[in-house]
């Protein structure tokens, strides 16, 4: 059995297609199923559905064989698992594309904080990563750590500034922030295990083969 782990949304749906490719097809729903475990038209595969954050948990650990998760969490979950524990990441998908960015109150001189060296008050879940950044930059920052709604951080001045996803900007500009500075950019990538990569490795060789045709 070949066990793939997804995050249901974005990532879920822009897998799909190239699941398909390889000859698998998810037989239900997410959004009407209350399964947690969903069979495929491959009756050795299986896709279990788990928090987007917890994707390289379950691989790393071999709850699952397989999965597909952001490079913004994997960075996270490399830089807490000392040693990027186990995991195998042999393709970008080119999906769930978006950017990491730093965004600020479209009042706020970011600009002139940084370059007078104030110390800046940042709100993100995102810490490893906007820690880096910073401590590359020279810029002193307090980190806050959130888990949602990051926008209200500057509005409530609980921060200066977020480090957060952004796709579109919209919900920026709606609630008055502008982004001053991009990181990175960020697509979905494909995690293995290590240890079912050599268990199980015609199966996943052909999943592997299968969707990099697919991404072209």
């Known amino acids: 059995m070949l066990t793939l782990a997804l995050s249901k949304g974005r990532i879920f749906d822009e897998t799909l297609p190239l699941l398909k490719a390889a000859g698998i097809e998810v037989t239900e ?3 009407t199923s209350r ?14 559905l788990v928090r987007a954050t917890d994707v390289p948990t379950y691989v790393q650990h071999g709850g699952a064989d397989v999965g597909v998760a952001g490079k913004d969490v994997l960075l996270e979950h490399v830089a807490d698992a000392a040693s990027g524990g186990g995991l195998y990441q042999p393709l970008d998908l080119r999906i769930a594309r978006c950017r990491m960015s730093v965004a600020v109150r479209d009042d706020f001189d970011y600009a002139a904080a940084v370059k007078q060296g104030s110390r800046i008050r940042v709100a993100t879940k995102y810490t490893h990563t906007a820690r880096q950044h910073f401590a590359d930059k020279g810029v002193h920052v307090d980190l806050i750590k959130l888990y949602g709604s990051m ?11 977020i480090v957060d996803l952004v796709s579109t900007g919209s919900t920026l500009r709606a609630n008055h922030l502008v ?17 079912a990569l050599k268990l199980k490795r015609e199966p996943i060789r052909r999943l592997i083969d299968a969707i990099t045709a697919a991404i072209g």
């Open 179 to 195: 982004e001053v500075e991009r990181i990175m950019d960020i697509s979905s990538r494909l995690v293995v295990n290590q240890a």
């Open 35 to 48: 399964k947690l475990i969903l069979g495929t038209t491959q009756p050795d595969v299986r896709v279990v």
């Open 29 to 31: 729903d997410p959004d």
């Open 151 to 161: 926008e209200l951080a500057p509005l409530t001045g609980l921060a200066d500034a």
